[in-house]
């Protein structure tokens, strides 16, 4: 599944998992993880060759279907939604370096199948052979309305203009990067989501299933 930030693809691909009993691979926090690493060591998201080598030695796993993230056997889940990592990891996603490392990771988990994969170029560049693919979307003003309930729950202060803003910059950064851009696959079946309740959303993905 790929989708922008804020478009429910988390939400319906964590319930169709369980559902499917399906593994369940977040490749967002993946580079959220590779962006800490990467403030952690002084943050010069400009480095390459030191983006690289932290890439290349990185290893990155997850626990209980998706919940917990270890960054070298660190439990880091909880320092992965900050606005710092917000703004950091468009630098980090942009570097071919890091991306074919991160794609080589994705693949190492999802090898063997039997797994929903989310993110931004899983249809296209990371999976192209999936099964079954599909682009999850919603207004751009919907999805800010989703992310604003989602932070204040978090304690997060900030502003529904602030977070549409930040919304469309990463839209915008994550449709023109050079590589591997967001865009829809060929073959992927496209919702959106923007007047579906959750529960609607995943029913709909469910009865595209075979299993
Ligand atoms: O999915 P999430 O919003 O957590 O992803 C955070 C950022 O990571 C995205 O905005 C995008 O820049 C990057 N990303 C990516 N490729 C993926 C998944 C996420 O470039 N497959």
């Known amino acids: 599944m790929d989708g922008p930030a804020g478009s429910g693809k988390s939400t319906i691909a964590q319930r169709l998992a369980e559902k499917l009993d399906y593994l369940y691979l977040n490749s967002g ?3 959220r993880a590779m962006t800490l690493l990467s403030i952690r060591e002084g943050g010069d998201s400009t480095n390459v060759p030191m983006l690289t080598k932290l ?8 626990l209980d279907n998706g919940k917990t993230t270890l960054l070298n056997g660190e ?4 320092s992965l939604r900050t606005p ?36 931004r170029d899983v249809t296209t560049v990371v ?15 919907e999805r800010a309305k989703r992310r604003f309930a989602e932070q204040k729950t978090r ?23 050079e590589h591997s851009p967001l865009r ?9 989501t923007t ?14 299933v075979e299993v």
């Not at 999976?127 to 003003?141: G, H, Q, R, T």
């Not at 304690?155 to 990067?177: A, H, N, P």
């Not at 829809?184 to 959106?192: G, K, L, R």
């Not at 007047?195 to 595209?208: K, W």
């Open 155 to 177: 304690g997060i202060e900030t502003t529904l203009e602030q977070v549409e803003k930040e919304i469309r910059d990463r839209d915008q950064m994550d449709e023109s990067r």
């Open 127 to 141: 999976f192209p052979d999936a099964d079954l693919k599909f682009y999850i979307n919603a207004s751009v003003e």
């Open 55 to 62: 890439a290349k030695s990185c290893r990155i796993d997850f």
């Open 29 to 31: 926090s993946m580079y």
């Open 75 to 78: 439990d880091v889940s909880d």
């Open 195 to 208: 007047s579906m309740t959750i529960n609607q959303a995943v029913d709909f993905v469910l009865n595209r």
């Open 84 to 119: 710092e990592i917000d703004r950091a990891i468009v630098d980090i996603a942009k570097t071919p370096e890091v991306r074919h490392e991160m794609v080589k990771q994705q693949r190492r988990i999802g090898e063997k199948g039997g797994i929903i994969v989310e993110g």
């Open 184 to 192: 829809t696959a060929e073959d992927a079946i496209v919702i959106d």
